[in-house]
Each structure stands twice: as C-alpha cells, then as structure tokens.
C-alpha cells in the first residue's frame, strides 16, 4: 500500500520554464489536495478535487493549474515558474474529507 | 475572519518533561479538528481528531488533545516528552460543506533538550 506518492521529490526549475508535479493514491479517496509549505506561514492550499473532472481553486492558485481525469492522478502544473514558487509541495488525499487527509513525502522546489 | 492560531512559534521542553501546544480556532460551527506532525524532510502524520462527543481525545504516539467550546479551544498534551518527539505540529480543521479542505495553523516547532 503506497499511500500518497510524489514525484519528483526534488526540482531545481529556471524563471519561466514549466512542469508538472505528479500525485497519484492507491486509495480510492475522491478528496484530494496540493498544498505549499513556506517558512512561518503552515500549508496553504493551492488547488483542491473532490472527485474525479471536479477541481477548484483554494487559497494561492496564482500560477498553478489542475485537472483530475482519474481518481488515482492529480498533477499539478507550474504555467510560467517565478521564484515567488520557490517551496515544498504537499499533495494530500482523504475519503471524506472529515476523516483526516494522508499526505504524500513533498517536492522540493527551488526557481532560479 | 475564519482562522486557526498557534499562538506558539517555538517551544523548548526537556525529555520526560509534559508538554502543551495551544491551538484556537475562529469559526460560526465548531469545525474538524486535528493534529498533525511533520519531521524534519517528511511529510505529515495525523495525530489525532475531534468532531464530536468525548472532549478529550487519544492519538497516536502517547498524544492526547482537548477541546473546549467556550475557549474555541483544542490543545494538544503529551505527559512524558521523548527526545523523538521533536518536529513541528499543525493544528488544522475542515470546516463541514461541498469543500472540505484543511486550513491549518502557521505551526509550533518543539525542540526536546536531553
């Protein structure tokens, strides 16, 4: 049981390139979540689904962008990367949403 | 404005002395409550939740946490500090609704001194 898996779990990107950040859970949740870490300020949450071809904005969604076509997949995607992004990424998954979210290892992310 | 606050940046006990975050929340309805740890490099680990009935709650690793509705309140206790217990710890809550996200608080970091 591989819980919440997330590659890759380092990613040195220049200003202005793009990629995708890859979430995947073998646990049938159909809640899931990217968070970014930053020093003194918790998670903040970037984009949230609550089921597969659902997705909607959370707290700082500038920048990013998601799509859910499964139940397994949630990637998120850096359009244009900026320093500002410079962070360590969490994708979370739950069944409920109120029993608790298991969070993947992270991705560190540093933009030069 | 809706919040979860960790009044606590940073707090230093010793082993095998008892420890206290505080937690307090600002919401209409008392939302999901939880506790969750994250070790150096990791992701995180819950500890514990509350929604409703008994007040105080047990979790993993030794730890407990109490709500209080009048203190709009969930702190978290552990009797006995163990040197690995140092990391940092969110206090979070999922507010009842179509969303159901986490919002957590900025954090505590615990340093355990032998």
Redesign the interface.
């Given at each position: 049981n591989a819980g919440?898996t997330q590659t890759p779990k380092f990613q040195v990107l220049k200003t202005g390139q793009s990629m995708t950040l890859q979430c995947a859970q073998d646990m049938n949740h159909e809640?899931m979540?990217w968070?970014r870490q930053d020093p003194?300020?918790?998670?903040?949450?970037i984009h949230?689904s609550?089921g597969a071809g659902i997705t909607?904005q959370?707290e700082v969604p500038n920048g990013y962008n998601v799509s859910r076509s499964t139940t397994e997949d949630f990637p998120l995607r850096l359009l244009s990367a900026a320093p500002s992004q410079t962070s360590v990424y969490?994708c979370?998954s739950?069944w409920?949403?109120?029993?608790?979210?298991?969070?993947?290892?992270?991705t560190r992310l540093t933009v030069v | 404005a809706q919040s979860v606050t960790q009044p606590d940046i940073h707090i230093t006990v010793s082993e095998g002395a008892s420890l206290e975050l505080r937690c307090n929340y600002s919401y209409g309805a008392t939302p999901y409550l939880f506790w969750y740890v994250q070790s150096p490099g990791q992701g995180l680990q819950l500890l514990l939740k509350y929604f409703s009935g008994d007040t105080l709650v047990q979790g993993i690793k030794g730890f407990e946490a109490e709500f209080k509705r009048s203190q709009s309140s969930f702190n978290l206790r552990k009797p006995s500090v163990h040197w690995s217990d140092a990391a940092e710890y969110f206090c979070a809550v999922v507010v009842s609704g179509s969303a159901r996200q986490l919002t957590f608080g900025s954090g505590t970091q615990l340093t355990v001194l032998p």
């Open positions: 919440v809640y979540s968070y003194g300020m918790g998670l903040r949450l949230y609550v909607d959370g969490f979370a739950s409920t949403g109120t029993d608790g979210y298991t969070f993947g290892s992270g | -």
